[in-house]
C-alpha cells in the first residue's frame, strides 16, 4: 500500500505545568497516512474543504490521523478572506428551543441564535456535527476539527466547554486563537441556562472527573493534572508500595473500561490488527519485570538551587519522582510478531514504535529496543501482583524498563511502527537536554531521552534516641539495565569517600531494570553538622558529575549530580518533611 | 554430562608493566570441568600424583583445563615432606651425552648429571616429559606443569631457559618459588654448551621472536611487551590508519600459522567443535563492524598527574590507547549455534564466554553480549580491509565492540561458553575498579570491566600561521555502542561551555561502536594562554566527571574526567609533541 507523509502543523497544547516554554512556537511534524482510509469522520464526509492560506493547502486525509499541510510559517491556520465559507448548517437553526420555551422569560436580543444545553450536549465528539462552548458562545467546529493542531483531543471538550480545556491547554489563551475560533461561532448558550450570565459550576465538563483519589500520604504539586511524588516511606522498600508509587500524569486520566479497551497495532504496511485485553491475555505468554520509573525531571529541584539565577522549567521535583513495581504483561515483541512484523528483519520503514494513550499523550521508543530479545518491553496490565491502578493506566500500559517513564505511555490504545518518532512535542521536545548555555535550542539537535544516566540520591535519616551512628539510606539507579555496583558516600565535601552497603534486591527480567537501594552509618555530629553526600557507579563505571555547572539545561532534566543532605540540627531531606525517621523528599 | 567446580590457586604471573600490585596475594577461582576430557596431557598419564598439604588434595582433572583444589591459605603449592615423591625418571639418566663427548674438556664434577642443549631442546612443551632450565641448572618439570599456576603457559618456556620469561613474569622471582623449583632439578647444562660458565645469549629463546616490525611514529611506553600509543595523527582520522592503531599487548606475539591454526569451542555440555580458519570463512557469513577499541588505562597519566601523592598502577598512558578500525569476520552467535549451543536457551550454565589467546592471555565477557543479535560479537579475521596484522591478533581475534578492549583477545584459539567468567588475572583483578578510598581491594567485590564510561580528549591544536582562530580537535567515545551526542568546550575552566561541532562519520554496526570526531575553534590568546577543557555527553546522557576526586582509583583504570589541555606559549598536548599541528598525545 502507498503510503504519503504529510506535513503537519501541531502546537505545545500543554500549560506550564508541563512544559518549558509558554512563548511556544509551532514546529512541524510528519505523518504518515494510509490512502485506504478514505476520512477520518466516517459519515462526516460532506464538510467544508479547509482553508487556503498563502497558496499552500490544508489537505485532509484520513486513516485515522488528522493530516494537513500548512506552510511553516503559519502560526496557526487561518481561514481565507476572498473565498468566505458558506454559513455552518445547524439541524436546530430554523427553531432554536430557546425560543419555545415559555416557563422562563429570559431576555433574549432578536437576532441571536440561542441553544440549550441538552442541545449542546448531544453535539459531542461522537456526532456528526461538534460543538463547543467557550464562555456563553456556542461554536460549530465540525470543519476545524480536521486541523486542530493538537489532533482529536479535541473530541473530548465536545458538547460541552472548552473552557477547563483551554486552562489546561493554555496555549489556547491567544489573540490569533479566539479569532479562529469565532469564525465558528453560531450562537448563544440560552439565558435560561445561565445564572447570572454565567454557566452554573455544575454544568462544565470537568476532564479529570475519571481522576482517582490518591492516597493522602502521596507529596502532591499539582492537582490537576495531579503530579505527586513518593514521601521518604514509599522510597524504603525496593518495591514502591503501589499507592506510594509517583503519579506524573500530562492530562486527565481518561474513563477507560477494561471490557472496552482495544489496542490497535500499525504496521509500516499499513496492515491493522486490534487487540482486546483478553486476547493479550489469552493469546501471548505472561511476563513479570522488575523496573524502576523515574520522571526525566526528577531531582530537578536540586538543579534549580544550585543555578538560582537561571532556574529550570518544569514541576520542581526532589528525590521521588521515581518508583519501583513489577510489572506483568505480555512481550510487546511477541505481541508485534502475531500482528505481522518481522522480527528478525522488519524492513527499513520498521525504526520506532509509536504509543498513544486514551487521554491524548504519546510518545516512542526506537524499536530496536522492542526487537531486542534481552530488552523486556511489556504491555502491563497488572502492577504489584494487581490490576494497573487508574492512575498508572488501567487497564493497558506499555512499561519501557531502563527508559524514562514518560516513554511507558498509560492508558495505551495505539501502537504505530513507523520510520519515525511519536511526533508530540513530549518526544520532539520536552524529553530532551541541552548544554549549560543553550537558552534557545535547536530542538532537533539533540536526542530524545530514552535510557537515564546514573544517578543517586539520599532519602531518610535515622537517628536512634539513644545517640550514637545515624543511619543514612536511599537508592541508586541508572539507565538501560545497567547495576548499580558502588555507592560512595563522603562527610567532608567530597575529599575522603566510603562504600555504602547495597541492599541485596534481586529483581525480575534480563537486565538490572531496577534500583539499588543502600544505607551506611556515619558518626552523629551532635551539633555540629555537616553534608553528607552520596554518588553511585553502575556497571558500566559510569558516574555522577559533582555538581550542576556542567549539566544544568533550561528544561532541568536529568539531575543527576553528587545529591548532598544536611545533617544535623534542623536536619533533614529538602522537599519532605525534614530527618529523624521521617525525612521526605 | 555432570561438570564439577574445583578450585584452583593461581597467581598473578606478569610484571608491574601490566599489573597494579607486585606484592600479589593468590585469590581462589573455581573452573568448570569435564570428565570426559581423561588428562590435559595426553600420554602423559603415569605422572607423579599431585602432593598434598594439609589435608587437602591437588586435585587433577581435566577437560583441556588445568585443576587443582588448594587450600586458600596456600600462596603457592607446596610438597609433602613426609612422603618424599619418588626421583623422576629421565630417559637419559644412566647415559648422559655429556659423558660421551671427548672432543672438548670441561670440568665435570662427579655426582652431578650434565646434559647437552641439544638433549634439553628435545624436551619442549609437546614432548612427554618437558625440561626448563634456569641459570645453568636442569629441571623435569613433568610432574609441576599440571600444578603450574599460570596454567599451561610454561609449555611455552620447556625446552630451554625459563629466564627470559621469569624477566616478564617477575612474580616468580620469590625465594618460595625458588624452593618448589629446586625439588625437580635433575642436573646441570653441560659445560661443553657454557660460555664463561653462562649460557650464550644465541642460545637463550626469545619470547619476543614473532614480534613483527612497528610503525616508528608509534608512541612506545614499552618494548617487551609492546605496548604504544597512537600517535596524535593517527588519531585524527576516523578510522585509524592499521600501522598507528595502537598496541596494547600483554606478552609476546605467538608465532601462529593461518593455515595450522585453531579454534575449539567448549560448551557446557563437554561438547567441542573445532573450526579451522577456513571453515570460519566459508561456512558463516561475513560481517564488517566498525569499532573504536580502548584500552582501560587510557588516559591513566592524567589521573596520575591529578593525584601526584597517590599515583597509579600500570602503563602511563596518554588520550592514544584508543583506536577505531573496521573489523570483517563472522558473528560469533552464528558459530555457537553451530556448535550446538541452542541460542534462544542456552541453559544456566552458559553465562560467560571464556576466549584464550594462543599467548597465555584470557578474558571473558557475559555471554548475552554473544546472544544479543544486537551485540555484533565478531570472530574477525580482518582489520580495514586487509588481513590481521600480527599485534592485532593474526589471525583471529574475537572483537566485542562497546567493551573494554582487554575482553577482544587476540590471536584467539579456545572458546568456553561457561557458567563462571574466566579464571585469569585479567578478568578477576587489573581491570576493575574501586572506590578512591580503597589501598586493598577485595577483588571479588568489584564487577569485571566490559562496557566503558563515556571519555572524550583533545588530541591536536593547530594554529594558522597567520594567526587568527586556532582549531582544537579530539574524540569522544562511550561504551556499549552508546553513541556521543554532544561535545562541550570550555575556555574559562568549565564556567561556561560551548558545543563543538560534531563530524557525521558513519561506521558500520548495529550499534555506535564508534567514537565521534569533534572540532572547535577557539580565539588565539596570544601570550596570555589558557586552558581548553572539553568533557562529552552520550546517548544516555552520561557525562564525565569534572575532575579524579571522586574516580581516582589505585589501578588507575577508566580515567576519564574532564581533558584540559594548554594552549598559548608551550602549549602542546601532553605525552606528544605539543601544538601547532604536531600534537602527539
Redesign the interface.
Known sequence: MATRKLFRQFWRPVSKLCTGELAATPIRRTIQTSAKHAHPFPGKEHIRPPPKRNGQILALTGGGVLTIILGSQLAYPSHEKSAPAPPPSHETTTNPRTLSEPETQPVLKEGIQYYRLDEIRSHDGASARPWVTRGTSVYDITDWIPAHPGGDVILRACGGSLDPYWDIFSIHKRKDVYEILEEYKIGEISPHDLVDGKLPAATVPDPFIADPERDPRLLTLTARPRNAETPSEGLSPFLTPTPLFYVRNHMWVPPVSADEHSLTITLPSGDEKTYTLEDLKSRFRTHTVTATLQCSGNRRADMTRAVPDKGTNGLQWEAGAISCAEWTGVKLRDVLADAGLDLASPGPDAKHAQFEGAEAYGASIPL?KV????GDVLLAFGMNGAPLPADHGFPLRVIVPGNVAARSVKWLKKITVSDEESTTQWQRRDYK??????AKPDWSQ??S??????TSAITRIQRPSSGGKVNVEGYAYS??G??I??V?VSIDA??????AELMGDEGKG?KSWWWKRWRFEIPDEGDRGGEVLV?A?D?????????Y???WNQRGN?SCA?HGVHVGPGEGVKGGKGGDGGGGV
Do not use: H
Not at 539 to 547: G, K, L, R
Open positions: 530496536s526487537l531486542d530479545s534481552q537536554c541541552f548544554g549549560p548555555n543553550v539533540a536526542p531521552i530514552q535510557e537515564m544516566p546514573v539507565g538501560g545497567r547495576e555496583v558502588r560512595d567530597g575529599k575522603t569517600w566510603a562504600q534480563s554518588k557507579t556497571e558500566s563505571y559510569n558516574t555522577q558529575p559533582e555538581d555547572r556542567g549539566i536529568l553528587w
